[in-house]
Nanobody, 127 residues
Framework: QLQLVESGGGLVEPGGSLRLSCAAS????????IGWFRQAPGKEREGVSC????????NYEDSVVGRFSVSRDNTKNTIYLQMNSLKPEDTAIYYC????????????????????WGQGTQVTVSS
């Protein structure tokens, strides 16, 4: 069964950090571009970041630039989202998604582009 599983969410105080993981089972992520998305209560799901299959191209939504960092470890079949300087407005369910690509530099947060989705992990930023 092909699955993506997110982990690493939790409750953190403003200014704190979390590292989310997105692990794949049933397939390898080597030839997949990955996107991170989030959905806050009462809001639509939005793109946060993406990373190309080569890992050389990354993009970030404006509000997380300089605070979030996406990376991948293909040897562990896992993608990471390091989140620093967290703010209450970062509170959301965070999802990862994957799409098999030919281009090693393809990177997008267009939701309809992705084929596989995880179930999400809750991140709550509150004092």
């Amino acid at each position: 069964q092909l699955q993506l599983v997110e982990s690493g969410g939790g409750l953190v105080e403003p200014g704190g950090s979390l590292r989310l993981s997105c692990a794949a089972s049933g397939f390898t992520l080597d030839y997949h571009a990955i996107g991170w998305f989030r959905q806050a209560p009462g809001k639509e799901r939005e793109g946060v970041s993406c990373i190309s299959s080569s890992g050389t191209i990354t993009n970030y939504e404006d509000s997380v630039v300089g605070r979030f960092s996406v990376s991948r470890d293909n040897t562990k079949n896992t993608i990471y989202l390091q989140m620093n300087s967290l703010k209450p407005e970062d509170t959301a369910i965070y999802y990862c998604a994957a799409i098999q690509v030919v281009s090693t530099t393809a990177c997008s947060t267009r939701q309809t582009w992705f084929h596989y989705w995880g179930q999400g992990t809750q991140v709550t930023v509150s004092s």
